[in-house]
């Protein structure tokens, strides 16, 4: 069957049900929570600490609790493709992200008052959620049919958005930092007990010469009654057009960065990934709880933060449905003027408190303007570049692109959580939230002109790319 027959035929509605997709998707993400809960355990965490272990906590131990986790996560990058793309494959490299985590969890719980053990803690789970950045989208993007592939590709950022809206508000109720790393415990738990239960991806085990277990994969995914022919067909297409260019990774990097529709595909990611963290949204989710106190909130900090938090899985679920129907560019343009306006607003007020204006009439205007901006960042800015990497690479450099995109990312992240309490304590909070205002406006003038993604695949995306300006 030709290639552009093949293609058609992927693209028209599939008949299949969708169920075990989605099932596959939320288990293998499960870890993914397990992420969010360690990233967003900080908020509520850094001030149980102070309290209960460490009263003296300075503003450079915080920030280095802040960042640790983010600086593993850069540094196992490389390691994750490297073992998603061996005989471990995806699903079984998800796997052993558990175990840095329950050893996280448990030196949190055991050992409460080193603040060295929570150093070390901090670090595996980096190790554990960089991994999964690269690893889950891989997976994902291979077991999900073209149709929903966009909406299960933000199913990964739901469950990272879940973990963090649990610890939040684990942080109105908890009051103590030993069970709040319980907590941790109990969702790792929860994915190492479902984990067995689904196929490895089709595209891994064609890859590896395993044809027979790839259409049994593809089985269980799409159901006893539809006929695989033609997709195996395109596997088996794409497959032998991988082969063919197959090399090593430092050829890989060569071809990505010398080929021009490559070098444009990975610029775009990394260009919104950029102006994504420029927008401030780790340090408004590592340390909410410290910004509603410095704002003098009318509602308890750890309330505001798990008001934040169910905001942001709301909005996140919304992007599961707005982005395979309105498409990924339209999203990106209204996120991101909508969070440059809202985290104007908020800096404004920061302005205006620093310079004494009495503001007790405003109380509410920090979490609404914080609601207004985790809302839209979570329907474009935030999601949306990962749907994009997804989509845009060819199979025989996904891994790589994915990697470098990855690491660019939590590095970004470490930057920024490690520099967010110092630049206040310097700078004030005023002046460092009119630069995450900044960041969003140049985030909405990098979305203006990335290309459309929606309905497309990878290798239409490069023949587009090859002959489109972006600039």
Known sequence: MPRKDVERALKAPATGSKVWQVLATLVATGAHFSSGYAL??????????????????????????????????????????????????????????????????????????????????????????????????????????LSVRGTLNSLVIIMFNSGLFVAYLAGVWVKSFVMLSVGGLISISIFIALCWLIPESPEFLLKHGQKEAAVRSLRWLRGAKVDLQEEMKYMEISQADTEKVESSTLRKIVRVFGTPSLRKAIFIPMVLLFFQQCAGIIAVLSYASSIFSLAGSTLDPNLSTAIIGIIQLVSTFGVTIAVDRLGRRPLLIASSAITALSMATLALYFHLQTNQVDLSSFGLVPLAALIIYISFFSLGIGPVPWVIIGEIFTPEVKTLCTTISSMWVWGLCCIVAKIFPSMVATLGIHWVMWAFSVGCILALICSWFTPETKGKTAAQMQEILSVERIA
């Open 40 to 145: 967003g355990f900080l908020s509520p965490g850094i001030p149980l600490l102070r309290e209960q272990h460490f009263p003296d906590l300075t503003t450079e131990q915080e920030g280095n609790l802040g960042s640790l986790m983010l600086l593993s996560a850069t540094l196992s990058n490389p390691l994750a493709a490297m073992l998603a793309d061996s005989r471990i494959g995806r699903k079984g490299t998800c796997i052993l992200t558990a175990i840095p985590f329950v050893i996280c969890f448990g030196l949190n719980a055991v050992f409460p008052s080193s603040l060295a053990a929570h150093y070390v803690a901090r670090l595996l789970v980096g190790l554990s959620a960089g991994t999964l950045t690269v690893v889950c989208p891989l997976y994902v993007s291979e077991i999900s049919e």
